[in-house]
């Protein structure tokens, strides 16, 4: 169930990927495809090692251009003459932060704003803000990253992301390498600061349940192609194709399997 253009549900497409594909080599990472990033949603993409989500992502954001097809954002395409401008209204969160480790917190996250010339002040006063969204200790801020916990980290990532108030964060499998009791509080801050900014949020994630608890619209791939698009409730109960099944049933927690056996 892909939109291309318009309006659906009060919301507006912010990006358009329209045939899209992208080779490896002699890997198709992403077969030609079409699909809508729609305003103020957040939307998962989701599967199996290698379907091409992270590619996808690196996409959207203009680290690769696609072999055939274009990419639009707000209806600018998204070129290597557009690209700078287009991606300083992007925040790009990965796995495990990607801090520069010399630098401390505070210099991480004020990193853009420095170079595009804030004024002290102006920085200073946005650090703040986004220091008590995120509920990261303020004396963390003169640390270095070796100094600070996995979930202090991604923090730090995540503010230095919206340092610049950006349209749209793009995030590549944030949580993905944190223990679960700091990823689940994790989960529940990210969610309260995507409804509090109302941000256009895209996520990669392998789990489905982190799919489930943060997607508006979650996107499964298989093999470089868009095999649905959805509610949780939508890829549950009306797979569109058997595949849809066997990833979610593949990722059925142990209390799950417990209480099956249990009855």
Known sequence: MLF????????SALIELIRVSKTYK??????PLD???????TTVLIGPSGCGKSTLLRLLIGLILPDSGAIRFKDVAITPETILAVRRKMGYVIQEGGLFPH???YDNISLMSRYLGWNSDKIRERVAELTELSRFPSDGLTRYPLQLSGGQRQRVSLMRSLMLDPEVLLMDEPLGALDPMIRADLQEDLKRIFRTLKKTVVLVTHDMGEAGFFGDT???LRDGRI???????ELVNSPADPFVTQFINAQRS??????KNGA
Do not use: E, F, K, W
């Open 4 to 11: 291309l253009g318009g309006r659906r549900g009060g919301y």
């Open 35 to 41: 699909l809508a990033i729609q305003a103020g949603m």
């Open 254 to 259: 142990p209390l799950d399997a417990l209480g």
């Open 26 to 31: 002699n890997t198709q990472a992403l077969h």
């Open 103 to 105: 630098l401390t917190a």
């Open 218 to 220: 979650i996107i499964l």
């Open 227 to 233: 095999v649905q698009s959805g509610g949780l409730n």
